[in-house]
């Protein structure tokens, strides 16, 4: 963690709202397990920020070991509603307040951002940032994604890239050796959609004239589907392609934050 010196001077909520209209939160519908905005709160002055992919209990544990009193997340603390999950959130929660972490979460809203979010953090990522784009992959009635045209680039070469993601500095992002491809389209790949986390309406896909899809994860249904259609589909992990979003909108909160799991 990196403090800034004299802390952010602002509550929670006060974080929340910026985070709220920086993403335009009120402009997305969403599933009903986002509940986007603030989580968790408590009443003091934010001094450190964090960011992780998902609210679970390590990242929770690790951002209290950290002292980080603000939480970003793209995945927060209300996804599905079996006993165990309820179960499992309440020990969440209470763990969050009893270190005084607050919790602030964004789903679409942070897919979709075209500067900060999850979709334009992966295209970037793969090298694809001065490549013509346009909106694509509507989740909710909004786009979150990107189709990406005019390009020549081998499946092979954007299986190498994804496996190993690096920054448009060159720093490396992560390296996931757990990346599926399947190669049902043609060698070189000219019209690419990239969407983050899990993605598989292939409707769109072929409306859109695409010949390779870019996502984290589909059912094996799907993959079926794509080997018939003759699309390229590439499978970075649900996890793996969403580490963009977060750490953006941490970092526009401050200009140091922490990433409080690997």
């Not at 985070?19 to 519908?29: A, N």
């Not at 929660?93 to 942070?110: M, T």
Request: contains cysteine; charged residues 30%.
């Amino acid at each position: 963690m990196v403090k800034h010196r004299n802390g952010t001077g602002r509550e929670p909520a006060s974080l929340a709202r910026e985070c709220d209209q920086i993403l335009k939160r009120k402009k997305f519908r969403d599933y009903p397990g986002a509940q986007n905005g603030l989580q968790v709160t408590h009443g003091r002055q934010v001094k450190k920020i964090g960011w992780a992919v998902d609210a679970d209990l390590e990242s929770i544990r690790i951002a209290g070991k950290e002292k980080v009193d603000f939480l970003i997340v793209h995945h927060g603390l209300f996804w599905g509603n079996s006993a165990l999950d309820r179960k499992m959130r309440v020990k969440r929660i209470w763990e969050a307040r009893r270190l005084g972490v607050a919790i602030y979460s964004s789903h679409l809203p942070l897919d979709a951002h075209p500067e900060l979010g999850n979709s334009i953090g992966l295209l970037r990522a793969l090298g694809l940032g001065d490549s013509k784009r346009k909106s694509f992959g509507m989740a909710m009635g909004r786009a979150i994604g990107w189709k990406v045209e005019g390009v020549k680039i081998r499946i092979s070469d954007l299986g190498f890239r994804i496996r190993d993601l690096r920054s448009n500095q060159g720093e490396k992002v992560r390296r996931w050796d757990g990346v599926k491809v399947i190669e049902a389209g043609p060698k070189i790949c000219r019209r690419i959609g990239i969407v983050t986390g899990g993605f598989g309406d292939l409707d769109q896909v072929v409306t859109a004239g695409l010949d390779t899809l870019i996502t984290g994860e589909a059912d094996y249904a799907t993959e079926i589907k794509a080997k018939e259609l003759g699309i390229n589909l590439i499978l970075g992990g649900h996890r793996e392609t969403e580490v963009f979003g977060a750490k953006n909108l941490a970092g526009e909160m401050l200009p140091h934050c922490k990433h409080v799991k690997s």
